[in-house]
């Protein structure tokens, strides 16, 4: 994962930054209405990036 301003590059999708709730921020390819539907959801204090399917551990390099 590579985050750009406000972008995110995971795989091979480029996701938007659609806000912040709290510790969460969330992406999604197009932003929903309400941003806590996004598809990813990302807590940068613990690294934790979840998406619908999977969650995964992001560490910093």
Known sequence: MVLRKARMEFKDL???YCGSLGNQSYFDQKCPSLIQESAYT?????GV?????????CSAL
């Open 49 to 57: 990036l979840m998406s619908k399917d999977q969650n995964y551990q």
């Open 14 to 16: 480029k996701l938007d």
């Open 42 to 46: 990302f807590t940068p204090s613990s």
